[in-house]
């Protein structure tokens, strides 16, 4: 929350810059136009965080006494995005590398070269290293943070299981064959999403307010947004549902004293 409040505090200088200093009053048409495409970038990315894959689960009706317990449908929801914002932080963080060991080399034309390049993060070949260091890191923290042998062994423990499929090793292929094919558009994504700001200031947005178009800054945005939008609403609907049970309780009470 503080990192978000710390990122939408420098919006409005940003976006004055833009508006006043960067653009005038004489392409007002383009400073326009530059909010609609951010509008529609950000829909994007709440679309990326949103998204999910529901994977239909069975559990298996069981009778305890005279009760008769499951048979219920469930799904496990596997996101598009489930590594987050962490492999565009991994792969900023060895960005830092090719600089570094090339002015270890300063005699070196070629190290001066490759220093100055990678120190551009608007050049393509920085764009492109970048690019492909958060499709690696995307699969690497997806298959940390989504255990599917712990997700099959959890189902088959609670007698549940994915309709057509075996309880066990193939429903961990299964559930490993879907993240397989959800990760990989949700990493180009994701990758998309960083190089966006680089694509901006090619364009002639002012560097303070490309920041805003991609990158850690805006998924850390949406992200709390919508995760504290969520959290608000489970507050309210606890709530309200804790109100309707304690007017049912005094009510109740109520009745049972008069009839006393």
């Known amino acids: 929350m503080l990192i978000m409040i710390g990122i939408v505090s420098r919006f409005p200088a940003a976006i004055y810059q833009e508006a006043i200093e960067n653009r005038g009053l004489g392409q007002a ?11 529609f970038i950000v829909v994007g990315v709440i679309a ?3 998204a999910t894959r529901r994977i239909p689960v069975q559990y298996a009706k069981q009778v305890v006494g005279n009760k008769l317990y499951g048979g219920k449908r469930d799904f496990i929801p596997l996101k598009l995005n489930s590594a987050g914002v ?17 002015g270890a080399f300063k005699e070196s034309d ?31 923290y997806t298959a940390i943070t989504v255990p599917s042998n712990d997700i099959a062994d959890n189902l088959k423990r609670n007698g549940g299981f994915i309709p057509g499929i075996k309880p066990g090793k193939q429903t961990a292929e299964f559930i490993d064959s ?14 998309m999403i960083a190089i966006l700001p680089a694509f901006a200031v090619k364009a002639g947005i002012s560097q303070n307010f490309a920041y805003f178009y991609g990158g ?40 049972f004293g008069n009839a006393a």
């Open 178 to 191: 879907i993240l397989s094919k959800i990760t990989l558009p949700g990493a180009i994504f994701l990758a």
């Open 216 to 255: 850690t800054s805006l998924l850390i945005l949406v992200g709390v947004v919508l995760d504290t939008l969520q959290q608000i609403e489970s507050y309210l609907l606890m709530r309200h549902y804790e109100g309707m049970m304690k007017s049912g309780r005094v009510k109740g009470r109520s009745q």
């Open 110 to 140: 070629a190290a001066t070269a490759v220093g100055t390049t990678f120190s551009d993060f608007t050049s393509w070949q920085y764009n492109l290293l970048f690019g492909s260091l958060i499709l690696i890191f995307t699969f690497f």
């Open 86 to 102: 962490m492999p565009i932080i991994f792969a900023q963080a060895l960005m830092f590398l090719p600089p570094l060991i090339a």
């Open 29 to 39: 048409l383009l400073f326009i136009l530059e909010l609609l495409v951010l509008f």
């Open 48 to 50: 990326l965080t949103q």
